[in-house]
């Protein structure tokens, strides 16, 4: 599948460790959202950009900080991160606000591990 | 802003049952509501979508109702197969809030043989 790619597909980090998630659209799309999917909390909206805009941050921690260079890439920098963030980051695109197409398209999910 | 309810949160069914998930919304300006499936290991992908204006739709062996009034909408899954076990979310999304989408908590479906 080429829609949306997520890289690295799992990932390891000490707390003390600087990495960096990277999610690829090939669909298109205007509008670029970041996941977070535990137990606790199946699915949880962390960042949202559309057109290169961050539009929507939902309360979350500053070690988690998204950059979007253009409309098909995104980035979630990752540092000093705690034992309870270790969960599948997901990447989502869709066609954008200024459209009727709501619909979401998922990337694989980065399945991270905080030591 | 929105807040989406799903219940059951687990449902196991015998093969060739139907399964019913529910789910409420709070916002009554929500117009879209969309259902994911996720499987195991897998990627959520959008098995079914409804808008405000319409009040049920289908696809095949399954279908989504809305009740705008009660704000609640449900999943119905007919004759189901062992391959229907996953992970379902609800979803809701508000025009006045871009495209976002609001997620239910998920209802695990376990179908058995």
């Known amino acids: 599948e080429t829609g949306v790619t997520q890289t690295p597909r799992h990932l390891v980090m000490g707390m003390t460790n600087k990495k960096s998630l990277k999610c690829e659209q090939h669909?298109?799309?205007?509008?670029m959202y970041w996941y977070k999917q535990s137990a606790k909390k199946p699915l949880e909206l962390m960042f949202v950009?559309?057109?290169?805009?961050?539009?929507e941050n939902n309360s979350v921690p500053s070690r988690f900080s998204p950059e979007c260079p253009n409309s098909s890439h995104l980035f979630l920098h990752l540092h000093t991160l705690q034992p309870e963030d270790s969960a599948l980051y997901l990447c989502?695109?869709?066609?954008?606000?200024?459209?009727?197409?709501?619909?979401?398209?998922f990337g694989p999910g980065t399945r991270l591990t905080v030591t | 802003g929105e807040n989406v309810e799903q219940h059951p949160s687990t449902l196991s069914v015998q093969e060739g049952d139907s399964a019913v998930i529910k789910c409420t919304y709070s916002d009554s300006a929500s117009n879209y509501f969309p259902w994911y499936k996720q499987e195991l290991g897998k990627r959520p992908q959008l098995i079914i979508d409804i808008r405000s204006n319409v009040g049920e739709k289908k696809d095949q062996r399954i279908a989504v109702t809305l009740n705008k009034t009660a704000k609640h909408f449900s999943l119905h899954i007919t004759e189901t197969q062992p391959e229907d076990s996953a992970v379902y979310f609800c979803?809701?999304?508000?025009?006045?809030?871009?495209?976002?989408?609001?997620f239910g908590g998920g209802t695990r479906l376990m179908v058995k043989p």
């Open positions: 979803a809701a999304s508000n025009p006045n809030a871009g495209n976002m989408l609001t």
């Open positions: 669909l298109g799309h205007n509008a």
């Open positions: 989502a695109s869709s066609q954008g606000r200024t459209t009727r197409s709501y619909e979401q398209y």
């Open positions: 950009y559309n057109f290169k805009e961050q539009t």
